[in-house]
C-alpha cells in the first residue's frame, strides 16, 4: 500500500477539499464511507483546535470529491486485494493531510455518528 500514498494523490484530495471550505478553517475533515453500493461523504472543518467539528457542503466540486474517493477505494483494492469501508482525511493549515482507512464494515445509512468514528480512527495512529 506505500505506493498508494503518493505526495500527488494526496495534494489532490486536499485540493479538492479546501477549494470551497469556510475562510476561518483551522482544519478539515472529509470522510467517506461505503459497503454494499452504498456510499457517503461528508465533510467538517474546524475554526480552532478545540472548536467543535461544523459541517460544510463544498457543493460545486462534491462530485469531484465523491470521484476521488471512488477511484482510491479502488485503487487500495488492486493493490490490496482488499476493499477499505470507512475512511477519514484530515488537513491542516500547513497542508499536512492525514488519510486512514478501515477494514470494518459501517453501514452508510445506519443512525450511527460517523464524526466519532473518524475522530478514533485518526487518533488511534
Given at each position: 500500500?506505500?505506493?498508494?500514498h ?9 485540493t479538492?477539499i ?5 475562510t ?43 470521484d ?16 477499505f ?34 475522530e ?6
Amino acid at each position: 500500500m506505500a505506493k498508494m500514498h503518493e505526495r500527488q494523490i494526496f495534494q489532490e484530495l486536499a485540493t479538492l477539499i479546501t477549494s470551497d471550505s469556510p475562510t476561518t478553517w483551522f482544519s478539515l475533515i472529509s470522510i467517506y464511507l461505503c459497503h454494499d453500493g452504498a456510499m457517503k461523504l461528508t465533510h467538517y472543518f474546524r475554526e480552532a483546535p478545540t472548536s467543535d467539528w461544523c459541517s460544510f457542503d463544498p457543493s460545486s466540486v462534491g462530485f469531484d470529491i465523491m470521484d476521488w474517493w471512488e477511484n482510491y477505494h479502488g485503487l487500495v483494492k488492486q493493490a490490496e486485494g482488499n476493499e477499505f469501508k470507512f475512511a477519514a482525511a484530515v488537513l491542516d493549515r500547513s497542508g499536512n493531510l492525514r488519510l486512514k482507512l478501515s477494514y470494518e464494515i459501517v453501514d452508510p445509512l445506519a443512525g450511527i455518528d460517523i464524526l466519532k468514528m473518524a475522530e478514533k480512527l485518526i487518533n488511534n495512529s
